[in-house]
């Protein structure tokens, strides 16, 4: 993974660098910030990490998409504007599964598949 394809992927996860350090590298900011722009190596396992979590949202993407074709109706997604409403409705998941979501809510959104609520 390059420096390029690490920051790509960090931002469509909407994570911020800190969170991304935090959850993903067990990292400093500065830390990511070096890995971002090329001048350090990005370690195997945050590799895999974030190959990881774009998988997972990729295979979210297409089940939910799978499920739009199969209902009938109007189709929303909710659009969780804190850490804390999601964590009400989604106790057992952190901070970074909460971007995951609103990266594919926002995906399913622009696509025109989804209304935000």
């Keep these: ?20 350090a935090r959850y993903i590298g067990d990292t400093s900011t ?16 945050v590799i895999l990490k974030m190959q990881n979590l774009r998988k997972e ?9 799978e499920d739009i074709n199969d209902r009938i109706g109007n189709s929303t997604i909710k659009y969780f504007m804190t850490f804390e409403e ?4 989604n106790p057992s998941l952190d901070i970074v599964h909460w971007r995951l979501h ?7 959104y622009f696509r025109g598949l989804e209304k935000l609520c």
């Design 57 to 65: 949202r990729k295979e979210k993407v297409a089940r939910i998409i």
């Design 86 to 89: 999601f964590q009400k409705i």
């Design 1 to 20: 993974m390059t420096n390029i394809e690490l920051q790509a992927l960090r931002r469509l996860f909407m994570l911020k660098v800190a969170e991304a």
């Design 102 to 108: 609103q990266s594919i809510a926002t995906e399913l």
């Design 30 to 45: 500065e830390q990511w910030h070096e890995w971002e722009k090329g001048t350090s190596t990005i370690p195997a396992e």
